[in-house]
Nanobody
Framework: QVQLVESGGGLVQAGDSLRLSCAASGLTFSRYSTGWFRQAPGLEREFVAAISRSVGTTWYADSVKGRFTLSRDYAKNTVYLQMNSLKPEDTAVYYC????????????????WGQGTQVTVSS
């Protein structure tokens, strides 16, 4: 059974940093592309960042480019999202997901999802 478990969320002030983790069991991240998405109340789930399964190429939403960095540790089968210079508009539930295609920004292409972790940024 595949499980993705996010952690690292919390309440921070604008300008602070957080590092989210996504640990997988039942699948190996080296064989899947991994994405981070977020969903704020009343809004649709939106793409944040993704990393390809093989080469490790990363993609970012324009809204987080230069502030967020996605990385992975194969030995720990864990993916990280380092979030710096956080803004109130980053407030959302953050989800990690895994997929076997190359449609990294498409939420419908992801096969496995975590339960999400809340990130709240106060002004």
């Amino acid at each position: 059974q595949v499980q993705l478990v996010e952690s690292g969320g919390g309440l921070v002030q604008a300008g602070d940093s957080l590092r989210l983790s996504c640990a997988a069991s039942g699948l190996t991240f080296s064989r899947y592309s991994t994405g981070w998405f977020r969903q704020a109340p009343g809004l649709e789930r939106e793409f944040v960042a993704a990393i390809s399964r093989s080469v490790g190429t990363t993609w970012y939403a324009d809204s987080v480019k230069g502030r967020f960095t996605l990385s992975r540790d194969y030995a720990k089968n864990t993916v990280y999202l380092q979030m710096n210079s956080l803004k109130p508009e980053d407030t959302a539930v953050y989800y990690c997901a895994a997929q076997s295609t190359a449609y990294y920004r498409d939420v419908t292409k992801y096969d496995f999802w975590g339960q999400g972790t809340q990130v709240t940024v106060s002004s």
